[in-house]
């Protein structure tokens, strides 16, 4: 549930009926809690940056043209304020 200083005792006392309730439902709390962990850091593998470079890799497998690679990678070196954004929820960027 956290530890006392950081989660106080109303908090954990909340999140224990909680348990019980998803218990009583016949979800487990832990395996939940390691799926959401496991979504999230799929979400963050996927984000605009890791599309741009595969994509990159793609046209460099196919044998496009050295022209076609720079600017690719040039766009790329642009869209850096965005790269690391995961591509499931875009609309959290706020631009600078």
Not at 17 to 22: K, M
Not at 48 to 71: C, H, P, Q, S
């Amino acid at each position: 549930m956290g530890a006392y200083p950081v989660v106080g005792l109303k908090d954990a006392r909340r999140k224990r009926d909680e348990a019980q309730r998803s218990v009583e439902e016949g979800v487990d709390p832990v395996l939940s809690r390691k799926r959401e962990k496991l979504t999230a850091a799929v979400k963050m593998a996927n984000s605009f940056g890791d599309v741009a470079n595969e994509y990159i890799m793609k046209i460099t497998k196919e044998g496009r043209a050295d022209a076609t690679l720079d600017k690719a990678r040039w766009l790329l070196k642009q869209l850096a304020p965005i790269a690391k954004l995961p591509i499931a929820d875009p609309w959290k960027f706020s631009p600078p």
